[in-house]
């Protein structure tokens, strides 16, 4: 699988909340650093955040990739991603946007996210 390929198939796990979808891109060792938050270090975090992220949001969002830059086994991707996300416990829907760093390793022959960063790029009311 190319990057391209595992960015737009997270893109669709994130979407449609497919944790097990979503863990299978992540390598071995894996750091989910999401904004106001600790880093997520270990597939039990990273597993853990995503379940606490899904509990709470709905997301309908599309990444669009700005860089792509490969080095042997390792790679780091600069994207952004922008759309909708529906606020469980308040049945609202808000304007999503962030940008992202994917930081990525090879292991086995493929291609896994071995980091992964994200902030906002929405104004606070």
């Known amino acids: 699988m190319t990057i391209n ?11 449609a909340n497919d944790l097990e979808k979503i863990l299978a891109l992540y ?10 938050s600790r880093p997520l270090v270990g597939r039990d975090a990273v597993r853990a955040g995503y379940r ?8 309908n969002i599309r990444f669009a990739v700005h860089e792509i830059e490969e080095a042997g086994d390792w790679a780091w991707v600069r994207t952004s991603s922008a759309g909708r996300t529906r606020i469980l416990a308040a049945g609202v829907e808000v304007t999503e946007g962030n940008n992202e760093l994917f930081i990525f390793r090879r292991e ?18």
């Open 108 to 125: 086995g022959g493929e291609w896994r996210i071995h980091r992964y960063l994200f902030a906002t790029d929405q104004a606070r009311a």
């Open 52 to 59: 606490q992220v899904f509990d709470t949001i709905k997301l």
């Open 5 to 15: 390929d595992l960015i737009k198939t997270y893109e669709v796990a994130l979407n």
């Open 27 to 36: 390598g071995s060792e894996p750091v989910f650093m999401p904004q106001h």
